[in-house]
């Protein structure tokens, strides 16, 4: 099993341009994370998918749009990436656990900068 | 915002020695769970509390969970340099979305 896998691992935008990037997960996991990472700080939220067909937001959103296109594949979109979306940016996907004892799996992470 | 606050945010030790680390919190939860970060990778899951428990082991990690202090401590004893990473307190509510701290840097010396 190859657990979550991202793509691409490293990325160079200039503002303005758009792209999208790719996770795909092959544990059968129902929900999926996308999380972005800055120096010193821990992980925030961009948008999550609880299940197949549903997506939310998270704690920082602005900027990206998700697509959940199928149990396996949860992919994440900037429109017009500007400098401020320069980050490292982790998938990870988890069971849907009824009282949220879940814990996540992560990807190796795109590794993203915006010039 | 941040719901964990790791402290200290950077610790150094030699191998052999003890390593604690701890993370308070700000809202009410269901569980917390701790992360380990190699540079350069992704989180890889360590252990998980759930509210109603105390401590926890597994291996040479011990963690504590104080809900009246909203505080969590994770102990590593007689660390390794593969030790060597940043650790990520989570905290969990009745959905499946965790809130992760800001970390704590450890740097186990050979």
């Known amino acids: 099993n190859a657990g979550v896998t991202q793509t691409p691992k490293f990325q160079v935008l200039k503002t303005g341009q758009s792209m999208t990037l790719q996770c795909a997960q092959d544990m059968n996991h129902n929900s999926m994370y996308w999380y972005r990472q800055d120096p010193g700080m821990g992980l925030r939220l961009i948008y999550y998918?609880?299940?197949?067909?549903?997506?939310d937001k998270g704690e920082v959103p602005n900027g990206y749009n998700v697509s959940r296109l199928n149990k396996r594949e949860f992919s994440l979109r900037l429109e017009s990436a500007a400098p401020s979306q320069t980050s490292v940016y982790f998938c990870?996907?988890?069971?849907?656990?009824?009282?949220?004892?879940?814990?996540?799996?992560f990807g190796p992470g795109t590794r993203l900068t915006v010039l | 915002s941040q719901q964990g606050e790791e402290d200290p945010q950077a610790l150094s030790i030699q191998e052999g020695e003890n390593a604690t680390m701890n993370c308070s919190y700000k809202?009410?939860?269901?569980?917390l769970q701790w992360y380990r970060q190699n540079s350069g990778r992704g989180l890889v899951h360590l252990i998980l509390?759930?509210?109603?428990?105390r401590e926890k082991h597994s291996g040479r990690l011990r963690v504590t969970l104080d809900t009246s202090k909203k505080s969590s401590s994770l102990l590593i004893t007689a660390s390794r340099a593969a030790d060597t990473a940043s650790y990520f307190c989570a905290t969990g509510g009745a959905t499946n979305k965790l809130i992760f701290g800001t970390g704590t840097l450890l740097a186990v010396q050979p």
């Open positions: 990870a996907s988890s069971e849907r656990v009824i009282g949220g004892y879940n814990e996540q799996f």
């Open positions: 809202t009410s939860i269901n569980n």
């Open positions: 509390i759930r509210s109603n428990e």
């Open positions: 998918s609880a299940s197949e067909g549903t997506t």
